[in-house]
């Protein structure tokens, strides 16, 4: 069984920066895909990004493709996505969640779940 944590959220004026970090247990890092989804209120869970377990295939949701990145660190069972260029719709709580493929775009498609960090980008 894998959980996750995350945290590293916080409040940024648009256009600035953040970055998420999301830590792993229970199982070896490297038998899992790893994901980022974001909730706004009102909205529906939504798939932000993803990294296959071995790293070599990583997929971005269009709105936050060349403005964030994902990345892993298996030296120290963490997961990251540094977020740039920061736009007040980036605004939601952000959920890192362990599954089994990174192609996978479902929130349903994903086990394991953090808490949530909320993000709050100001115009």
């Known amino acids: 069984q894998v959980e996750v944590e995350d945290s590293g959220g916080g409040l940024v004026q648009a256009g600035g920066s953040l970055k998420l970090s999301c830590s792993a247990s229970?199982?070896?890092?490297?038998?899992?895909?790893m994901a980022w989804f974001r909730q706004a209120p009102g909205r529906e869970r939504e798939f932000v990004a993803s990294?296959?377990?071995?790293?070599?295939?990583?997929y971005y949701a269009d709105s936050v493709e060349g403005r964030f990145t994902i990345s892993r660190d298996h030296t120290k069972n963490m997961m990251y996505l540094q977020m740039n260029s920061l736009k007040p719709d980036d605004t939601a709580v952000y959920y890192c969640?362990?599954?089994?493929?990174?192609?996978?775009?479902?929130?349903?498609?994903?086990?394991?779940w953090g808490q949530g960090t909320q993000v709050t980008v100001s115009s």
């Open positions: 969640a362990a599954g089994e493929w990174a192609s996978l775009r479902g929130a349903h498609d994903y086990y394991s």
């Open positions: 229970g199982r070896s890092f490297r038998t899992f895909a």
């Open positions: 990294i296959s377990a071995n790293d070599m295939s990583i």
